[in-house]
């Protein structure tokens, strides 16, 4: 019995183990986890039994067949027992997937799969956002950043490849863009970490800090499992100094300064390089270099190094290290005029061996750029105003730096002015120029105040080595500088340096500088001279867009000078294109406006950042506005006014019109809030006649406090009011007056008499006040202009009669193609009409003869020419042609040839071995003066030519 059931139970066993063999791996994975979670259990429930001394034999038979469990296991599992398990954070876990992720996403963006980086990007995303839930993670981890910048740059480099993006398949080409669309919306909330990542991308102090967690992770739990066996740490070994830094000074020779420079300028731009330390070093070179040549080449070194330490365009040099540079290149100043010796030479070749000193006092030449130092310095300065909030102190500590940079290009001017450099003046002098042509006269006097104070608290700055990284920099202006106390001579003399000796450009911002100073200190003519004299306006759009912002800015600061000096239609001619392009923040570069129908890539993203004014150089807008809207204002009610049947007719201002036309559909118009109503408001108040309550909604605008007299100013709106309102009012009643009283017009509108007869009569003059004058009486007589029934018929038949010229000049403009000389002004007629001189006849509509000198023709059916579609017209004259039309319209013919009947909207005509044809233009050949119809203007063309000519027209 017992062999028996050994027998059935080793059967047993025997089946059990062959299912345990034909398992998957993967259920025996699952298993053996099961499996050691149950022994986990049974230990400590045996742990905690074992304390009871008392226990009964069923708990031992128990111990010992776990016992045999584990011997068992233990034998089975004999070739595995060399190799140690590892046990891993679940941070670590989660950081190395998303390292591998990473890498296989720099893998597709190798080849330019942006569908499979498109899939990818989503795991990514996924993936950290576990590694967000996990606990201890509160950053996002430093190459989940460095991967967003890289794909960053690697979408803007393909989307400025149109051959690549043209070789893509359309799934991969609609992957593109969808990633585009992501990258953007995923980037924002990261944006501060890829700024930082941009300034510093070599820093690797949080990666080398997730390296010591996960070695020390690993380590504890290696002591957990393996003792002091299986505890393995990171050593870092720390640098050693350089051999130069713990030599004595008085040791470090002429040429071991010379050898330790090259090795410094071999190594820039390296991979690997650090950048800080290459600083430090030429710092201290700088301190123990010998004689003045060596100095100033270390210092040049010195200053190139500061500047690579922010690669980045889009990023600004901080201040700390602006000042440093501020420091060494006033030092380079002044070893030059102390040495006059030393050459500076930007092609001199840095590799040319120097043993030793030149002791003789002969000329030595060293390598430097003082020009492009200086423009460097002005362009960080500029970005740093561009980026720095404006409502904050660290903007006016900001610009209390701008004092000291003018003394370094001052000094630097007058270097070049010493060696007579005229290739290198007019830079630095526009740069000074662009420092000074926006400041009023309070604010130079304010700036020369804080040069003289801070000259005052200190004659000598902090040395630049005093700390590291962020630290406070000390920097004054030099005791030699002296600011002239008059701004307009400083930039005269300035503006007459670049004339003499500058560019085309440079000659051209010097201009538009002067125009824009002499602007906002309310010399009108003086600038508008300047700008007709200088035919600016003629080649502007051919130039840089920085001068074309310029150009906007001084045209704004025209028209607010003309308007100041009371000269309405001078500032609403100043200010029409820039308030009518609707787009005046991108024209001044003061801010971005995104629409629906504009799509911007990053680039030009980008690039209109770059270009946008720092906050105390912008013109407000909102006076912008409101100069204009007063000026179209006071120029369109009265010209309404005198065209009651059409007041479109003789538009002065489009914009105007439109806003207007805006409020006037509006149900319910409330008080007015912005700029526009208050305009708008004063508007309907000026063309009912009521000046007082037009000037009161005018007067409530906040922008008057930006004017710099306002007193004078609203003094004279004021008074163009009530002038403007005089004549809305002469225009509108005086048809219903047999005479006005001088007397009572001067007390309705509270005019000066004089103001008042001076207006009346520039009215009679013009004929748009049908009067005379009463001097006796002092009163206006109104001459009755009614019309009578002849002259009414006679008025139709004038408007009429010019219906018909101009549907007979355009049949024979379809007829001649248009193409007719004028000896008078070589002006050919288009298509709507031709020019004066040009008609040859007349011609009646509806039936009747068409007239002609020198041809003949025949309007069969009756129908109007303007209706030609069911016509036929045929028609022979002196040029022997006959035409015919078809069933779409229109007139052929040719000299000395015949055109064929056409069905469609072309046709062949023979004109001497040509050939012509239109659908909805006309092809001709022959010499010819052809006209161009752009919407409903007419623009003929300059001069004759002789080949194909082409004319848009519609029929």
């Known amino acids: 019995m017992k062999c028996s059931s050994y027998d059935s139970d080793f059967v047993l066993r025997a089946k059990e183990a062959s299912k345990f063999w034909a398992a998957s791996s993967s259920d025996e994975e699952e298993e053996e986890e099961e499996e050691e979670l149950e022994n986990e259990e049974e230990e400590d429930s045996s742990s905690e039994e074992g304390s009871d001394s008392d226990s009964d034999s069923d708990s031992d038979s128990d111990d010992e067949s776990a016992d045999d469990f584990l011997k068992s296991d233990g034998g089975s599992n004999s070739d595995s027992d060399d190799d140690k398990r590892v046990i891993r954070r679940a941070r670590d876990k ?59 740059d690697f979408l803007i480099e393909t989307l400025g490849n149109k051959d690549m993006k043209k070789k893509m398949s359309p799934t991969n080409a609609k992957a593109l863009n969808t990633m585009r669309q992501r990258l953007k919306k995923n980037n924002v909330q990261y944006a501060e970490q890829i700024n930082k990542f941009r300034e510093n991308p070599e820093s690797t102090e949080e990666e080398e800090e997730e390296e010591e967690e996960v070695s020390e992770s690993d380590g504890d739990e290696g002591r957990g499992e393996g003792g002091e066996e299986g505890f393995e740490t990171k050593q870092h070994v720390a640098k050693k100094k350089d051999k130069l830094l713990t030599m004595d000074p008085r040791d470090i020779t002429y040429e071991l300064v010379t050898k330790k420079l090259r090795e410094i300028i071999m190594s820039r731009g390296r991979r690997g390089t650090d950048k800080q330390e290459q600083v430090e070093m030429l710092s201290y070179l700088s301190t123990v270099a010998k004689g003045p040549a060596q100095r100033f080449e270390v210092l040049s070194q010195l200053v190139s190094s500061l500047f690579d330490l922010n690669p980045s365009m889009s990023a600004y040099l901080k201040t700390s290290v602006w000042k440093k540079c501020i420091i060494n290149l006033l030092e380079m100043v002044k070893l030059l005029e102390e040495n006059p010796h030393v050459k500076v030479d930007e092609n001199y070749d840095q590799s040319e061996e120097r043993t030793e000193e030149a002791t003789d006092g002969s000329e030595v030449k060293v390598w430097g750029n003082l020009v492009a130092f ?217 801010g971005m406006s995104m629409t629906k129908y504009q799509e911007k890539t990053p680039e030009q993203e980008l690039m209109e950042k770059r270009r946008q004014m720092p906050f105390h150089m912008h013109i407000t807008l909102e006076l912008v506005e409101s100069v204009y809207l007063i000026s179209a204002m006071l120029l369109e009610v009265p010209n309404m006014a005198a065209n009651p049947l059409n007041p479109k007719k003789k538009m002065i201002s489009k914009s105007f019109h439109r806003v207007l036309d805006t409020y006037n559909r509006q149900m319910f118009t409330g008080p007015p809030e912005n700029v526009r109503d208050h305009v708008m408001a004063a508007t309907k108040a000026l063309m009912r006649g009521d000046w007082t309550k037009s000037y009161q909604y005018l007067t409530a605008l906040t922008v008057w406090n930006l004017m710099p007299q306002k007193t004078n100013v609203l003094g004279m709106l004021k008074t163009k009011l009530q002038s403007e309102a005089l004549r809305t009012y002469l225009f509108t009643h005086s048809s219903q007056y047999n005479s006005l009283s001088l007397d009572q017009l001067c007390q309705m509108f509270e005019l000066p008499e004089k103001t008042v007869y001076n207006l009346v009569s520039k009215m009679m003059m013009t004929e748009d006040l049908h009067g005379s004058w009463d001097q006796p009486t002092r009163t206006i007589v109104m001459h009755n202009m009614d019309a009578s029934r002849l002259q009414q018929l006679a008025l139709q038949f004038a408007d009429k009669a010019m219906v018909m010229i101009d549907l007979n000049e355009r049949a024979l403009a379809y007829r001649t193609g248009g193409l007719r000389d004028n000896d008078d002004d070589g002006v050919g007629g288009g298509a709507g009409g031709a020019a004066p001189g040009t008609r040859s006849g007349t011609g009646r509509r509806g039936g009747a003869w068409v007239e002609e000198e020198g041809s003949q023709g025949r309007l069969r059916s009756g129908a109007k020419l303007s209706m030609v579609r069911n016509t036929a017209i045929q028609g022979q004259g002196v040029r022997g042609g006959v035409g015919r039309v078809g069933s779409t319209g229109g007139l052929g013919g040719g000299r000395g040839g015949q055109s064929t009947r056409y069905q469609s909207s072309s046709f062949l005509g023979r004109s001497g071995g040509g050939v012509g044809g239109f659908s909805s233009a006309y092809v001709g050949q022959g010499p010819a003066r052809t006209g161009y119809r752009v919407g409903s203007q007419n623009m003929s063309s300059l001069g004759s030519y002789r080949g194909e000519g082409r004319r848009d027209d519609q029929l």
């Open 374 to 590: 200086v423009e460097r310095l002005d362009d960080e300065m500029f970005k740093s105003l561009q980026v720095i909030d404006p409502h904050t102190h660290e903007y006016m500590s900001r610009l209390k730096d701008e004092p000291v940079f003018l003394a370094l290009a001052q000094k630097v001017l007058d270097y070049l002015t010493r060696i007579g450099d005229t290739k290198n003046m007019p830079k630095i002098a526009l740069r000074l120029v662009e420092h000074f042509y926006f400041k009023t006269a309070n604010v130079y006097d304010a700036m020369r105040k804080l040069t003289q104070q801070q000259q005052q608290q200190a004659d000598v700055a902090v040395p630049e080595d005093e700390d590291e990284g962020d630290e406070k920099v000390e920097v004054k202006v030099p005791s030699d500088y002296v600011m002239s106390e008059d701004c307009h001579a400083v930039l005269q003399q300035l503006v007459t340096l670049i004339f003499r000796s500058g560019d085309e450009r440079t000659k051209a911002r010097a201009m538009l500088c002067s125009i824009f100073h002499k602007a906002i200190h309310d010399d009108f003519y003086g600038a508008r001279d300047m700008l007709l004299m200088s035919h600016l306006q003629d080649s502007v759009q051919h130039m840089d867009i920085s001068t074309q912002i310029l150009y906007n800015r001084s045209m704004a600061q025209l028209g607010l000078s003309a308007f100041r000096s009371g000269l309405i239609y001078e500032a609403h001619s100043c200010l029409n294109d820039l308030y009518g392009s609707m787009h005046i923040k991108e024209l001044l570069a003061q």
């Open 94 to 152: 989660r950081l190395s997937e998303l390292s591998a992720c990473c890498d296989e996403m720099r893998n597709k963006m190798k080849i330019n799969d942006w569908s499979s980086i498109q899939s990818l990007f989503d795991e990514l995303n996924k993936r950290l956002e576990k590694i967000q839930k996990t606990p201890g993670s509160a950053n996002e981890p430093r190459q989940y950043i460095k991967l967003l910048v890289e794909l960053e």
